[in-house]
């Protein structure tokens, strides 16, 4: 059969991965009930193998139909940024729900939390120490990783690589920072709408920040290994506006739950 075609459309070729994904998304959801269950992590810990490695193969591949196969065309590519937009938008409105949460609980907090906000007996941190040097951190992460932009635009290479590499160690940081927070939280997720609101919505945003230094690392090896072009790198223009769209959420999370919410 001719792979010759006369339209700018990628016809995708058969692939394993959809179905070892869903195997592996549904041996993960099996071994979490088995961990709440009976305390046995064996069958999560496979469901996690079986996604990782799904996921890696799965983006090797659109990397190589992208970088060497050529078979992302310019109507292609106007594809995946609408599909990367349409991402962040159900992300915006996952970490509305969120915010939904906590302000219905603290404009009118109700008698069972004594009618105030924070609750009796809550103790919440002091937005001046941890969360404003987290604060500060995401905000130069966002300056460098839009250094690491123009530098590609430009194909400086060596400034690129400075420039990804700082954002990396700024996301490790900010991680390691929240996990100590975490320990020394003076409450639990289990204390009141205060601690399920406050862990929920920091909790999934500090995921998030991990899920973007995976996308920025991945990006990073790519650069090294000449991936990207000034005219070619919807990669890392993916992986910029996903880390972007996780600075303007922690800022509305720090105004609202660290400092309007103390």
């Known amino acids: 059969m001719s792979t010759n075609h006369n339209h700018p459309y990628h016809l995708v070729d058969y692939s394993p991965w959809p179905l070892t994904g869903a195997i592996g ?3 993960l959801v099996t071994g979490m009930i088995k961990w709440f269950h009976n305390y046995n992590m064996n069958l999560l810990i496979l469901g996690y193998i079986i996604i990782i490695m799904t996921m890696y193969q799965w983006w090797r591949d659109i990397c190589r139909e992208g970088m060497f196969q050529g078979k992302h065309t310019i109507l292609v590519l106007k594809g995946l940024r609408w599909g990367m937009i349409l991402f962040i938008v159900s992300e915006v409105f996952f ?8 302000f219905h609980s603290s404009l009118s907090p109700n008698i069972e939390i004594g009618n105030m906000w924070p609750p009796i007996s809550i103790i919440p941190f002091n937005p001046f120490q ?3 040097l987290n604060t500060i951190i995401l905000i130069t992460s966002g300056i460098t990783v839009t250094w690491a932009h123009h530098a590609i635009m430009e194909n400086n290479f060596s400034q690129t690589t400075q420039s990804l590499f700082i954002t990396i160690l700024l996301g490790i940081y900010f991680t390691m920072l929240q996990a100590f927070e975490y320990i020394e939280a003076p409450f639990t997720i289990a204390d009141s709408i205060y601690g399920s609101t406050f862990f929920m919505a920091t909790g999934f945003h500090g995921l998030h ?10 990006c990073f090896f790519r650069h090294i290994n000449n991936h990207f072009s ?3 790198h919807f990669g890392f223009e993916a992986a910029a506006w996903y880390w972007h769209f996780v600075d303007v959420v922690w800022l509305f999370l720090y105004i609202s739950i660290y400092w309007w919410g103390n």
């Open 130 to 132: 941890i969360p404003l």
């Open 230 to 232: 000034s005219n070619h």
């Open 25 to 27: 998304t549904l041996t």
């Open 95 to 102: 970490f509305i729900s969120f915010f939904w949460a906590f």
């Open 209 to 218: 920040v991990i899920i973007g230094t995976i996308f920025l690392t991945t």
